[in-house]
């Protein structure tokens, strides 16, 4: 069964510091996987997807399919980055996906 | 561009009686819509996905008489929970899969549904 998994509920670092969020999916396949961001008041919006390989906003993430793992990093976090994120995973061409529990990360200053 | 506009934002119903929520892409067409279920502080449930012209495919566990979905046109699907109790009060969550843009995901801003 495919399932993603956020161990973090919570995550609050300081402004500057490097942040991680933390996701790990299980998946037989070759998943395609993302992440999402909602900030406060608004609707949930793509971050970034790792087919693209780009960086948004300063986060990247790397598939790791040894551990099948898909962490968000930044180096110098903002306190602008502070909202709800979650990892998704669906299918390689179809379009639903499974969510993790999210993230909600707080930047403090 | 590339906007999904839900509405309402808000609906308080009776129980028993049936609610609808519109889900619209206002400047794409999609072909494919995806209602999504979240209960507080948990993540988004697929409920079904819909697709324009076809009935909808639905998630095990989500009943199919209890929530209808209709997807008449490319930029419109409904969602409509029949005969509500308060345990169907729940923020729905629809998405949109825009296909020229590399069947990119767009989300609506949700709809709460209480039932009273």
């Known amino acids: 069964a495919q399932r993603v998994t956020q161990p973090e509920k919570l995550l609050s670092v300081f402004k500057g510091a490097p942040v991680e969020l933390k996701c790990n999916y299980s998946y037989s396949g070759s998943p395609e996987l993302f992440w999402y961001v909602q900030y406060s008041r608004q609707r949930l919006q793509l971050l970034l997807r790792h087919i693209s390989r780009e960086s948004i906003k300063g986060f990247t993430a790397d598939l790791n399919k040894g551990e099948t793992s898909f962490h968000l990093k930044k180096p110098f976090a903002q306190e602008e980055d502070s909202a709800m994120y979650y990892c998704?995973?669906?299918?390689?061409?179809?379009?639903?996906?499974?969510f993790g529990q999210g993230t909600r990360l707080t930047i403090n200053p | 561009g590339a906007v999904v506009s839900q509405h309402p934002s808000r609906v308080i119903c009776k129980s028993g009686t049936s609610v609808k929520i519109e889900c619209r892409s206002l400047d794409f067409q999609a072909t494919t819509m995806f209602w999504y279920r979240q209960f507080p502080k948990q993540s988004l449930m697929l409920m079904a996905t819909s697709n324009e012209g076809s009935k909808a495919t639905y998630e095990q566990g989500v009943e199919k008489d209890k929530f209808l979905i209709n997807h008449a046109s490319l930029t419109l699907s409904t969602l409509t929970v029949t005969s509500a109790h308060p345990e169907d009060s729940s923020f729905y969550i629809c998405?949109?899969?825009?296909?020229?843009?590399?069947?990119?995901?767009?989300f609506g801003e949700g709809s709460w549904l209480t039932v009273v």
């Open positions: 998405s949109a899969s825009y296909r020229d843009r590399g069947n990119t995901i767009y």
């Open positions: 998704a995973l669906s299918h390689q061409g179809a379009q639903k996906l499974v």
